[in-house]
């Protein structure tokens, strides 16, 4: 098995876990997406592959991916993972892609040289958000105008990498300096992005950097980024996302 074994160490393998309940999203053995209480391998890795992205480089539509043969994908009608090894044009069902909507990067308590990319998922089909109530994994809506620094936590996921092999310039791309970047919203629908002292961002040229940014809304999605956020957000998907 040394071929997928190369695959799995050249490409990001990443988890979603709940910001709420601290499940994670999981493959069960009849491929239906569901929640496991931890990390038990091949189930809760993922490959999130971008298939829409902005000028900037930033994704802001993903496919999820199982990491295991036929690396099938998350679908929005029925929560299981679909798509044959013959299946040529899986990726091309939009059923399978999820909008991402940004709400904050942060360093993990865990492991102080790794981050969180904190997201939630809307399905670029029915306009639902991928959750967990709690009990499963289901389909919600949000209320419309809801403030996204009130947005429930069972909407949020944590999506970091559980396993990859860095090239020298995914490691300098960033530095990963004792930081919160925050993004909620601010009257008027416009991002207002927050970032802590100490942040240092080798392709930017800046360090010891504290900045605060106010961007458009996040109506035209994170492809509407630009400056320092935008070198952010794109190195972050460097390290997390694979290429379509």
Same mark, same amino acid.
């Given at each position: /098995?040394?071929?997928? $074994?190369?695959? $799995?160490? %050249? #490409?990001?393998?990443?988890?979603?876990?709940? $910001?709420?309940? *601290?499940?994670?999203?999981?493959?069960?053995?009849?491929?239906?997406?569901?929640?496991?209480?931890?990390?038990?391998? #091949?189930?809760?890795?993922?490959?999130? *592959?971008?298939?829409? $992205? @902005?000028?900037? @480089?930033?994704?802001?539509?993903?496919? =999820?991916? +199982?990491?295991?043969?036929? *690396?099938?994908?998350?679908?929005? +009608?029925?929560?299981?993972?679909?798509?044959?090894?013959?299946?040529? %044009?899986?990726?091309?069902?939009?059923?399978?892609?999820?909008?991402?909507?940004? /709400? /904050? =990067? #942060?360093?993990?308590?865990?492991?102080?040289?790794?981050?969180?990319?904190?997201?939630?998922?809307? %399905?670029?089909?029915?306009?639902?958000?991928?959750?967990? %109530?709690?009990?499963?994994?289901?389909?919600?809506?949000?209320?419309?105008?809801?403030?996204?620094?009130?947005?429930?936590? /069972?909407?949020?996921?944590?999506?970091?990498?559980?396993?990859?092999?860095?090239?020298?310039?995914?490691?300098? @791309? =960033?530095?990963?300096?004792?930081?919160?970047?925050?993004?909620?919203?601010?009257? @008027?629908?416009?991002?207002?992005?927050?970032?802590?002292?100490?942040?240092?961002?080798?392709?930017?040229?800046? +360090?010891?950097?504290?900045?605060?940014? +106010?961007?458009?809304?996040?109506?035209?999605?994170?492809?509407?980024?630009?400056?320092?956020?935008?070198? =952010?957000?794109?190195?972050?998907?460097?390290?997390?996302?694979?290429?379509?």
């Amino acid at each position: /098995m040394l071929f997928p $074994r190369l695959i $799995r160490m %050249s #490409e990001p393998r990443c988890c979603l876990k709940n $910001r709420k309940t *601290q499940k994670f999203l999981s493959a069960k053995s009849d491929w239906k997406g569901g929640l496991a209480d931890s990390y038990t391998g #091949e189930n809760e890795s993922f490959k999130f *592959q971008w298939c829409k $992205r @902005g000028d900037n @480089g930033i994704p802001s539509c993903t496919l =999820i991916r +199982t990491d295991t043969h036929p *690396q099938s994908l998350l679908d929005v +009608t029925d929560l299981y993972f679909e798509g044959g090894a013959l299946d040529f %044009s899986k990726c091309d069902n939009q059923n399978r892609w999820w909008d991402i909507i940004p /709400m /904050m =990067i #942060e360093k993990r308590d865990d492991e102080p040289e790794q981050l969180n990319y904190i997201i939630a998922l809307r %399905s670029a089909t029915t306009g639902k958000y991928l959750v967990d %109530s709690g009990n499963n994994l289901t389909l919600r809506d949000l209320d419309k105008g809801t403030d996204m620094k009130n947005v429930p936590d /069972m909407f949020k996921w944590e999506l970091f990498v559980s396993g990859r092999a860095l090239s020298p310039g995914q490691v300098t @791309g =960033i530095a990963f300096a004792p930081v919160v970047i925050a993004i909620g919203a601010a009257t @008027g629908g416009a991002a207002f992005l927050a970032f802590g002292a100490g942040i240092g961002i080798a392709a930017a040229g800046t +360090t010891g950097a504290a900045i605060a940014v +106010t961007v458009g809304a996040f109506a035209g999605g994170l492809a509407t980024l630009s400056g320092e956020m935008a070198v =952010i957000l794109k190195e972050v998907s460097k390290i997390m996302f694979v290429d379509w």
